[in-house]
């Protein structure tokens, strides 16, 4: 009876230890997942920002062809609002990165 209850009691703790891993594990998800959607929508805004600020330069573009040299001054202001856009965005993208740099906290291991 004994030798039953010694059995019963570590399969008890093994799956309790394997429980404790598994829920370490899902904890571990849940924060990349959070982190990897904070990227994603800073990247989704960077995107759009970047976008706006290249049609913006198109159009100017076009205006100075169909226009002359009259709308070059607007171009190329255009143009420098666009590049600082676009060091902007790769700077908040840095940011973003260093303020939350990736997760990899180790799950524990239960070998035993």
Not at 13 to 30: K, N, P, T
Request: charge should be negative; proline fraction near 2%; glycine fraction near 6%.
């Amino acid at each position: 009876m004994e030798e039953v209850r010694k059995l019963y009691q570590d399969q008890v703790s093994g799956l309790e230890d394997l429980h404790a891993q598994v829920r370490e594990g899902l904890d571990h998800l849940r924060l990349e997942t959070t982190h990897l959607q904070r990227i994603e929508e800073t990247i989704r805004q960077q995107r759009e920002a970047l976008g706006a600020g290249f049609q913006e330069f198109e159009q100017k573009q076009a205006l100075f062809q169909v226009k002359g040299q009259s709308r070059f001054i607007l171009a190329v202001s255009a143009l420098n609002r666009f590049y600082y856009a676009v060091q902007e965005a790769l700077t908040e993208a840095t940011d973003v990165l260093m303020r939350h740099g990736p997760v990899h906290k180790p799950l524990s291991n239960t070998d035993g």
